[in-house]
């Protein structure tokens, strides 16, 4: 009966965590199997934009182990818009300083990036958005990559704006 007490007060303090978050349009993560980002492994973040008005901020989020043999990560982003427009980014995302500190945050083996993609976008468009993420490096299997998100918020305006 107490690990279920236990159980519910991690679960309730996690809801509140999340909930206290009113700027996220969307956040998802995807698990790359085994920690091997393989070339063809492509996974895709499909949010719903509802809001043409608000800009956006869009970020590229990467956790990665401390085994990763690399100070960056490049990744090739095929973005398609409802209207079916499509254009495609090539992103250097440096995880680590010259002298192999990992930037972000970190616990044990596990380091955590959140990355500037696009900064202050207004989607042309409702509905539903597709961003296909692709590892870049000149391997075709990439280890160390543990998982690889998507996140979209909407950028905070001051007071004096309102």
Avoid at 38 to 53: A, E, G, H, L
Avoid at 94 to 99: E, P
Wanted: proline residues 4%; contains cysteine.
């Amino acid at each position: 009966m107490k690990s279920k007490r236990i159980y519910l007060v991690v679960f309730l303090a996690f809801l509140a965590i999340v909930s206290c978050d009113p700027n996220r349009v969307y956040e998802e993560y995807v698990e790359i199997p085994l920690h091997v980002w393989d070339v063809d492994n492509k996974p895709v973040f499909r949010p719903y934009i509802s809001d043409t008005v608000a800009s956006h901020n869009i970020y590229i989020d990467i956790r990665n182990g401390s085994g990763y043999s690399y100070r960056n990560l490049y990744i090739f982003i095929s973005t398609t818009s409802p209207t079916g427009q499509w254009v495609c980014d090539t992103i250097d995302c440096i995880l680590a300083d010259k002298r192999g500190k990992w930037y972000g945050s970190g616990w044990g083996d596990i380091h955590e990036l959140r990355l500037p993609y696009k900064q202050n976008i207004r989607f042309p468009v409702s509905g539903y958005y597709s961003f296909e993420y692709e590892q870049a490096m000149r391997t075709e299997h990439l280890k160390g990559v543990y998982d690889i998100g998507l996140r979209i918020e909407k950028v905070q305006t001051s007071e004096t704006e309102r």
